[in-house]
């Protein structure tokens, strides 16, 4: 892979020759270093994740950097591409975190990557992405001004509702009504 599509490629080169970018602390950069490492080294489209890339993606996911967070949230975006995989809430932790965050890009990011794993993973993570606590920031999320935010949102939301058991949990959390005021939006989206 020539280019990180995360925004990590070049990402520590700029750091370490800028004088007014903040640097990062150990762990912060043995996570790019390791994410950097794990998105380089397998070419096949399918990637496995394990505890330690995890733990990685954990550390930029909860950093103070939000270009390190923004650099997470596009890697769980890419991850879930191509995800197949049950997930559990240790997995979807950092998302979640990530869908809580002001920037537009990581809320665009992380909603997409969490509409992901419920629609191309097996059905359990549906269940399993509500039992996360997932719904209350994508119902937030609805309300946002970002339209593409607003349609990954909708989308894993409508998604999880194809699942029985989380449609009591989608209409007592409250995303009702914000998803009725969407279906007015002149957008196509």
């Not at 809580?100 to 794993?117: G, P, R, T």
């Not at 191309?120 to 509500?130: D, H, L, M, Q, W």
């Not at 194809?162 to 009591?168: G, L, V």
Request: aromatic share 4%.
């Amino acid at each position: 892979m020539g280019g990180c599509c995360c925004g990590l490629q070049g990402h520590g080169t700029h750091l370490a020759h800028s004088t007014t970018e903040p640097l990062l602390r150990d762990s912060e950069r043995e996570a790019v270093s390791a994410i950097l490492k794990f998105l380089d080294s397998d070419s096949s489209g399918i990637r496995t994740l394990s505890e330690d890339k995890l733990q990685s993606l954990y550390t930029l996911s909860f950093s103070d950097n939000v270009d390190l967070q923004k650099s997470a949230a596009l890697c769980f975006s890419e991850i879930s591409e191509t995800w197949h995989e049950p997930v559990d809430i240790h997995f979807l932790e950092p998302i979640i975190h990530l869908l809580l965050s002001e920037d537009v890009d990581i809320q665009k990011a992380a909603s997409l990557a969490l509409s992901n794993l419920a629609l191309k993973g097996p059905a359990e993570n549906k269940s399993t992405i509500v039992k996360a606590g997932a719904l209350p920031p994508l119902i937030l999320l609805l309300t946002k001004d970002d339209p593409e935010v607003q349609c990954n949102a909708c989308g894993c939301i409508t998604t999880l509702a194809t699942t029985d058991s989380n449609k009591k949990d989608i209409v007592s959390n409250g995303a009702i009504n914000p998803l009725l005021k969407l279906s007015h939006v002149n957008d196509s989206r």
